[in-house]
T-cell receptor
Framework: DTGVSQNPRHKITKRGQNVTFRCDPI?????LYWYRQTLGQGPEFLTY????????KSRLLSDRFSAERPKGSFSTLEIQRTEQGDSAMYLC??????????????FGPGTRLLVL | KNEVEQSPQNLTAQEGEFITINCSYS?????LHWLQQHPGGGIVSLFM???GKKKHGRLIATINIQEKHSSLHITASHPRDSAVYIC??????????????FGTGTSLTVIP
């Protein structure tokens, strides 16, 4: 399977615990995006990387959230001191940005987080 | 107010019916995407449009840039088309990551 993969697919945690999610993009893609989706809503942008550089973070992203893409390949999204409001589907997408050509984002299956 | 509005929010159709889902947006865009989200969360990109019309199988997507409106049509609908269809636009702002705005989706159920 050469698509975007995310692990774990599901995570249940107690409030206050830290959780980390991983996203493996399509191998040649240089851009990687993280989104959050709550029930009945469309995805919300969280942050994105071009190669290893984190170019933008949404104002939605509190200090408890941190994302890395250390080698410009896979990325991790960590949530510290989880709150019940963090319960959502966390989606990763990747794309290939080449010059000024518009790129299509390819989405992973998501990680569904439930904070009890 | 959301930058992207979709209608209807929910749609139930009989198998074989012609289906239209509408998307209106309020920002200047460089591209519009139609996405399909299956139960369980998986998202598939169906179309990326910047003008005119695209067709793929039974799916047709159109966009009118002047009216800031797009439609997704499904001909001869089938129960396997049941999913949430999401409209997303890429804003024509400076090249930053916060450039995608998503609609809340249209939940389609096709009954055999």
């Amino acid at each position: 399977d050469t698509g975007v993969s995310q692990n774990p697919r599901h995570k249940i945690t107690k409030r206050g615990q830290n959780v980390t999610f991983r996203c493996d993009p399509i191998s040649e893609h240089n851009r990687l995006y993280w989104y959050r989706q709550t029930l009945g809503q469309g995805p919300e942008f969280l942050t994105y990387f071009q190669n290893e550089a984190q170019l933008e973070k949404s104002r939605l992203l509190s200090d408890r959230f941190s994302a890395e893409r250390p080698k410009g390949s896979f990325s991790t999204l960590e949530i510290q001191r989880t709150e019940q409001g963090d319960s959502a589907m966390y989606l990763c997408a990747s794309s290939l940005r080449s010059g000024g050509i518009q790129e299509t984002q390819y989405f992973g299956p998501g990680t569904r987080l439930l904070v009890l | 107010k959301n930058e992207v509005e979709q209608s209807p929010q929910n749609l139930t159709a009989q198998e074989g019916e012609f289906i239209t889902i509408n998307c209106s947006y309020s920002v200047g865009i460089s591209a519009l995407h139609w996405l399909q989200q299956h139960p369980g969360g998986g998202i598939v990109s169906l179309f990326m449009l910047s003008s005119g019309k695209k067709k793929h199988g039974r799916l047709i997507a159109t966009i009118n840039i002047q009216e800031k409106h797009s439609s997704l049509h499904i001909t001869a609908s089938h129960p396997r088309d049941s999913a949430v269809y999401i409209c997303a636009v890429r804003s024509r702002e400076a090249d930053t990551g916060n450039q995608f705005y998503f609609g809340t989706g249209t939940s389609l159920t096709v009954i055999p």
